[in-house]
Antibody, heavy 127, light 111 residues
Framework: QVQLVQSGAEVKQPGSSVKVSCKAS????????ITWVRQAPGQGLEYMGG????????NSAQKFQGRVTITADESTSTVYMELSSLRFEDMAIYYC????????????????????WGQGTLVTVSS | QSALTQPASVSGSPGQSITISCTGS?????????VSWYQQHAGKAPKLIIY???NRPSGVSNRFSGSKSGNTASLTISGLQAEDEADYYC???????????FGTGTKVTVL
């Protein structure tokens, strides 16, 4: 069973970028889909995007296209989510989770649910 | 892609059954059997409780069950227990550029 451990809390200024890491252990990292979801304070869950390290290319939700970069480092079994041009409304807990189905051409891997989840990373945007 | 619609809150007494609805469209919930449900206790990460509309992961109580009719999916919790008090979210595959959409979330209160 894969387990996910995320990096620690961050405090960032508006306009800057944040890079959150998600380290996987106990499973087959390269062919596992990893998805990012965020949750603003007191709000619901929001899909951001995901990646399968084997494929290399990431999918991102339309809302975040151009601002979010999701990458994978197979040597450390770590997936990264970088969000740029931070705004106050980007303040949230950012979660990674195993799951999601992603394709490269006609080749698809993964499944349409998310389990397990990382512990979450709080990103505070403050001037 | 708009969020799926869930009731903001649902409550019930211990032992009762409650149902949470999750309404989408013919482009998401109505089109795919890829609806999953998550339980989130305060301050914790979400936990998968139902996948592919009706399936329960190993270790999840059989008091949780899922169904779907048309553009609406439902989660039923039977034999309500104090530990079921949490927020619940549905999600659906969309097949669009934004691959997944979450529901607005439902707070379950055990009276």
């Amino acid at each position: 069973q894969v387990q996910l451990v995320q990096s620690g809390a961050e405090v960032k200024q508006p306009g800057s970028s944040v890079k959150v890491s998600c380290k996987a252990s106990g499973g087959t990292f390269r062919s596992s889909a990893i998805t990012w979801v965020r949750q603003a304070p007191g709000q619901g869950l929001e899909y951001m995007g995901g990646i399968i390290p084997l494929f290399g290319t990431a999918n991102s939700a339309q809302k975040f296209q151009g601002r979010v970069t999701i990458t994978a480092d197979e040597s450390t079994s770590t997936v990264y989510m970088e969000l740029s041009s931070l705004r106050f409304e980007d303040m949230a807990i950012y979660y990674c989770a195993i799951g999601g189905e992603y394709c490269r051409g006609n080749s698809c891997r993964g499944y349409n649910w998310f389990d397990p989840w990382g512990q979450g990373t709080l990103v505070t945007v403050s001037s | 892609q708009s969020a799926l619609t869930q009731p903001a809150s649902v409550s019930g007494s211990p032992g009762q059954s409650i149902t949470i609805s999750c309404t989408g469209s013919s482009s998401d919930v109505g089109r795919y059997r890829s609806v999953s449900w998550y339980q989130q206790h305060a301050g914790k990460a979400p936990k998968l409780i139902i996948y592919d509309v009706i399936n329960r992961p190993s270790g999840v109580s059989n008091r949780f069950s899922g169904s779907k009719s048309g553009n609406t999916a439902s989660l039923t919790i039977s034999g309500l227990q104090a530990e079921d008090e949490a927020d619940y979210y549905c999600t659906s595959y969309t097949g669009s550029s934004t691959l997944y959409v979450f529901g607005t979330g439902t707070k379950v209160t055990v009276l």
